[in-house]
Each structure stands twice: as C-alpha cells, then as structure tokens.
C-alpha cells in the first residue's frame, strides 16, 4: 500500500491489475455446495427448521442454479441394518432393499403413524427428482417438489404417500414413469444405485468428514 501511495504522490498515472484466481473456489468460477436433508417432517423443531429453510432458501437457490453462480446437490442419510437383527421388527419397519437401507421411526413409535421405510422410500423419491431433473438441465425444480411435498403431502394429514408424490411430480411436468424408474422395487433384495451412492457420499472424502447430522451444509466440500 505505501509503495503504491509513493508511486501516486508522483502524479503519474499507475495501472495496477489484481489476481482473484486463489480467491475463486474452484476453476469454473462455481460455488459447489451439497445440501443434506430429509423428507420427515414429524420429528420436531429439527423437521420444522429444515422444511422452513427449504421455503425461505428456494428463491435464492433457484437464481443462483439457472444462472450457473452454483451446481448445488441435495443428500440423504441412510444406515444399514446389521445382518444379525434383518428379521427383527426394528429392521423390517425401518428398512427397505431387505435392510440395506433405513431411517429411524418419525414418531419413535411403531405401532403408529408412518415407519422408518416410508421416509427412505420419500428420500429416495426426492433423491430421484433431482437426478431426473438434473439430467434434463433443469435441476432447480427439486425446489419446487420438495417445498410443494411438504406443503401439499404432510405425514399429519395422513398424505405422506406415493400417491400425493406422483400428483406433485405431475403438477412439475416430470415423467412419473422416470421416477418410479429411479426408485425401484423397495422390496427387493438388491442394491439401489441412487441410495447406495448416497451412503457412499456420506462417508465424505479430503479433508470433509462423516455426515452424521440433519440438516448440514457442505460448501466446496467444507462443512
């Protein structure tokens, strides 16, 4: 700054050119950002924060994506359930894919409401949204299904069904036949390719660590 201020008090004219390459993230000038969540929305103040920052959140993050400032990924959490305790009723009430992937109950209570596998089934189905969307360019519209699900397919309102799903899917122009393409069969005894790479991604790599809590932000792989 004093070798500049110096350089001035002359009265030349100085032309000075900054470099903001070490400044940018990445080289394509694009913030990269994963945004991990769920489909639940009877687990307390924790659901309601997360279905509200989605609401807040989805203007922003539209405009952001269609002008190509960001490429951003929504993630879900899945567990496993241990080959010891697959014929248990914790594992067949919370599990789908013969206990390859699971959620815990909305309620904590299995004898009501919705199960651990209706919200990995609703995860998957999110999951498969954006995949969907993604690949036909138009990866903002997860937005719109995830804040028109919640608003329009509530577990309260006993809603939190494929059917309410398909007519939000609809309402978005998205091809249904894709969608239940991308999930699959919840009963099979396979891998589905879509969950099994998201407990893939929540292992995290570099210098990120596991994904172990709900919501978490991860911008240019940094929690």
């Not at 100085?14 to 994963?34: M, T």
């Not at 919640?150 to 978005?172: F, G, Q, W």
Request: aromatic share 10%.
């Amino acid at each position: 700054g004093d070798s500049i201020k110096k350089v001035l008090s002359s009265g030349e004219m100085v032309n000075i050119n900054l470099d903001w390459r070490e400044s940018l993230p990445h080289p394509d000038e694009r913030v990269e950002y994963e945004f991990w969540t769920n489909s639940n929305d009877e687990c307390g103040p924790k659901c309601d924060s997360q279905i509200e920052f989605v609401k807040n959140f989805k203007g922003a993050a539209q405009i952001l994506e269609r002008k190509g400032y960001t490429q951003f990924t929504p993630h879900y959490i899945t567990w496993y359930c241990p080959e010891a305790f697959l014929l248990s009723k914790q594992c067949k009430s919370q599990c789908i894919n013969h206990g390859r992937y699971c959620a815990p109950d909305p309620e904590q209570d299995f004898s009501r409401g919705y199960d651990g596998k209706d919200v990995v089934v609703q995860n998957l189905r999110q999951a498969c949204v954006y995949k969907v969307t993604n690949e036909s360019g138009k990866p903002w519209l997860w937005w719109d299904y995830v804040t028109d699900f919640a608003i329009r397919c509530p577990m309260k309102d006993k809603k939190y069904t494929k059917e309410c799903a398909d007519e939000v899917i609809k309402s978005l122009g998205i091809d249904v036949k894709l969608i239940d393409k991308c999930v699959g069969d919840p009963e099979a005894n396979v891998d589905n390719p879509v969950l099994k790479a998201e407990q893939e991604a929540q292992i995290g790599k570099g210098s990120r660590g596991d994904v172990t809590i709900l919501p978490t932000l991860v911008i240019n792989n940094r929690q």
